[in-house]
């Protein structure tokens, strides 16, 4: 299972969640990539590190391989198609985002381009355009009825896939 997603739209949040209802493992690209350093420069800009997405890609490959693996990274055009069988796009208003983000400290151009980038739905595209389109699916973040609300549209998946595939 893949969320990618804006910043700030909950991925951390049902991520984890997931993982611990559906006893499946759980990444953070960012807090693996900070923990191995897999990095490739910092960008001035935005204030960040540059992933290396060969490294990152060659760190999960064997967790990967085994399964039962939830991944949450804003960014996908990187990762292996064969890795996931189904992709969550989480979608949060605009303004509850702005809201979001701001709490953590962005401002300026990071900010305004992390609304953007929800408003003109760029990861869900980029999800399309990198796999196959029937495993990739929109789901609401904005309250926390949402989130149990995916978080049971998703188990229920989860089992199905469970039945179809043992």
């Given at each position: 299972?893949?969320?990618?997603?804006?910043?700030?739209?909950?991925?951390?949040?049902?991520?984890?969640?997931?993982?611990?209802?559906?006893?499946?493992?759980?990444?953070?690209?960012?807090?693996?990539?900070k923990e191995g350093e897999l990095y490739e420069g910092?960008?001035?800009?935005?204030?960040?590190?540059?992933?290396?997405?060969?490294?990152?890609?060659?760190?999960?490959?064997?967790?990967?391989?085994?399964?039962?693996?939830?991944?949450?990274?804003?960014?996908?055009?990187?990762?292996?198609?064969?890795?996931?069988?189904?992709?969550?796009?989480?979608?949060?208003?605009?303004?509850?985002?702005?809201?979001?983000?701001?709490?953590?400290?962005?401002?300026?151009?990071?900010?305004?381009?992390?609304?953007?980038?929800?408003?003109?739905?760029?990861?869900?595209?980029?999800?399309?355009?990198?796999?196959?389109?029937?495993?990739?699916?929109?789901?609401?973040?904005?309250?926390?009825?949402?989130?149990?609300?995916?978080?049971?549209q998703i188990m229920q998946w989860i089992e199905q896939?469970?039945?179809?595939?043992?």
């Open positions: 299972v893949w969320f990618p997603g804006t910043p700030g739209v909950g991925k951390t949040t049902l991520g984890k969640e997931l993982a611990s209802r559906a006893g499946l493992s759980y990444v953070n690209v960012g807090d693996l990539a910092f960008d001035e800009e935005y204030g960040c590190p540059i992933l290396d997405e060969d490294r990152v890609v060659d760190e999960l490959e064997d967790r990967m391989s085994q399964g039962g693996v939830i991944v949450d990274y804003h960014g996908c055009d990187f990762f292996p198609e064969r890795w996931f069988h189904i992709v969550l796009v989480l979608r949060t208003e605009n303004s509850c985002l702005y809201d979001r983000l701001e709490s953590r400290g962005y401002t300026g151009k990071k900010l305004q381009d992390n609304i953007q980038c929800e408003i003109f739905q760029t990861l869900y595209e980029e999800a399309v355009l990198s796999y196959k389109k029937e495993i990739v699916h929109q789901l609401p973040s904005n309250t926390p009825e949402d989130l149990e609300r995916n978080l049971d896939w469970m039945k179809d595939n043992n």
